[in-house]
């Protein structure tokens, strides 16, 4: 499917921002959402091709506005959603309960 | 437009992951110790030093190299690397007349066992829209200026198979072991973002 991943050749999308001794990882959770898509992928809940194609279908707008763990994140909630592991209502109500839990 | 230097996610993201591993350990889906497991071996254990080895051995024994070349896959796992991202490796050689890049336009696709997890440059909109048409300039960015007579050529990985770059052995390097030339093979050499220059 073509879209907005399918950057080869795009142009405007300015300078390279090249970071001196980057970390594998910049947060916590990217490090908890590598972990998710691994464990998942190993357990045989989905592939890759499935996973990316997850990704690609987030909507441009949203893939641009948003970072690589970000774009994981989507295609790991798309994945869990239609191989009917999670429901949205089930992730939505544990996210409010973490949120009343923690502030 | 946005920057692809993480620093600050939004709360939502934070949240939302947490929820995802709190809902999918219930389920008995996942075990979190594993998780800690698997993030420890990416961050600290798979790198670009299995990358570096894979060149000083090639360098080292041209025997080596001819099987690098000619089946990746095969050659990297006799040093003991393999796994995800890694299923169909293909090395392209550079020479004093072709010069190599990896990118992947579509997607951040990356060679996880040689090299570890990408930088974030490499996932970027920047890097992922301008390798492929103009090489040259993206090479200007990482501060390396080629002889206009050296051809490019720009590697886009596809679904299944994953690049490395052979780098060129620097003059005046014959004498080093493996280990000493390993130290002098920088991931970017790999990518194809840099070359390798003598200590």
């Known amino acids: 499917m073509n879209g907005v991943h399918d950057m080869g050749g795009m142009q405007g999308m300015g300078a390279i921002d090249i970071e001196p001794n980057e970390p594998s990882f910049h947060d916590d959770w990217e490090q908890r959402m590598f972990g998710l898509f691994l464990s998942m992928f190993a357990g045989g809940h989905y592939n890759i091709d499935e996973f990316r194609h997850g990704i690609e279908r987030m909507g441009g707008p949203n893939y641009m506005a948003t970072t690589y763990y970000e774009h994981w994140v989507s295609g790991m909630q798309t994945m869990l959603i239609e191989k009917g592991i999670l429901t949205a209502e089930e992730i939505n109500g544990r996210m409010s309960e973490l949120a009343g839990g923690n502030s | ?199």
């Open chain 2, 1 to 199: 437009m946005a920057s692809y230097k993480h620093t600050a996610a939004l709360p939502d993201t934070v949240l939302r992951v947490k929820a995802l591993e709190s809902l999918l350990t219930e389920k008995g889906l996942i075990d979190p110790a594993a998780l800690d497991e698997l993030i420890d071996t990416y961050e600290n254990r798979i790198g670009p030093r299995n990358g570096a080895q894979v060149v000083a051995r090639a360098w080292a024994d041209p025997e080596y190299k001819k099987r690098l070349l000619d089946d990746g896959t095969s050659a990297i796992l006799e040093l003991g690397f393999s796994g995800v991202q890694g299923e169909d490796m293909v090395i392209v050689e550079n020479t004093p007349s072709v010069h190599n890049m990896i990118v992947c336009t579509l997607c951040s696709c990356y060679p996880w066992p040689v090299l570890g997890l990408p930088p974030v440059w490499f996932k970027s909109a920047p890097y992922r829209s301008r390798a492929v048409i103009d090489p040259r300039g993206v090479l200007k960015e990482f501060g390396v200026e080629l002889d206009p007579d050296i051809e490019i050529r720009v590697w886009d990985s596809t679904a299944e198979t994953r690049y490395m770059v052979l780098p060129l052995q620097p003059e005046g390097t014959d004498g080093m072991s493996e280990d000493e030339l390993a130290d002098i093979v920088q991931r970017d050499s790999m990518i194809g973002t840099a070359v390798v220059t003598a200590p």
